[in-house]
């Protein structure tokens, strides 16, 4: 079964600011090549959705992965679907931002 990959808001202005930094760091077409295969990455999980470490502990339902041992994927997957919730690179502390996310998240409610 394949599943439908989608970025939220966050994840799509985390990999533009991303991309802001490599090309101002490189070059623009560095900084298109990495995203792009992030981009790539992510989408892949269309065909194995379950791969790397679930994470409940952080927040319910949500699994990590990595990307070339730089940025972290943080995502969850559903019936049909996997949602891309953050990309975070370079050391990003994204447990503390996503428990912030979800806690803020449960308040409204």
Do not use: W
Request: proline letters at 4%.
């Amino acid at each position: 079964m394949s599943h439908r990959v989608v970025f939220s808001p966050e994840a799509q202005e985390q990999l533009a600011a991303l991309y802001r930094y490599i090309a101002q760091a490189a070059s623009p077409d560095v900084a298109a090549r990495y995203t792009d295969a992030i981009v790539t990455y992510c989408e892949s999980l269309r065909t194995f959705p379950h791969r790397g470490t679930k994470r409940d502990d952080v927040r319910p339902g949500l699994r990590i992965t990595n990307y070339k041992k730089r940025a972290v994927i943080a995502f969850d997957v559903d019936a049909g679907q996997v949602s891309i919730i953050g990309v975070f690179y370079g050391g990003q502390d994204y447990e503390t931002l996503l428990q912030d996310e979800s806690d803020n998240g449960s308040a409204e409610h």
